[in-house]
């Protein structure tokens, strides 16, 4: 029952294509992704410029749960 409760509340399935930006690091967060195929990742901007990878979300994980849990932004940036 409750997981037809949370796919009747969701939003369209949208591809996500290469490069696509989901989030950006100190932005508001607005909706969660669900990823049904693809992976995610997740780098944060170092104050010095350069930029590292620090996380991967794959198929069946969500993105950006803080949102969901009240966190409004973003840690870092994450891509497609």
């Known amino acids: 029952h409750e997981l ?3 796919l009747e509340a969701s939003g ?3 591809d996500l294509p ?3 930006h989901i989030y950006e690091q100190g932005r508001p ?5 669900f990823l049904t195929c693809g992976v995610g990742s997740q780098v944060l901007q170092l104050s010095d410029g350069y ?3 620090v996380g991967l979300v794959g198929y069946a994980e969500l993105m950006g749960i803080g949102a969901w849990l009240g966190d409004s932004h973003s840690r870092f940036d994450v891509l497609m």
């Open 4 to 6: 037809q409760r949370v």
């Open 18 to 20: 290469f490069g696509t």
């Open 29 to 33: 967060m607005r909706e969660v992704y």
């Open 12 to 14: 369209p399935i949208r």
């Open 51 to 53: 930029s590292t990878e």
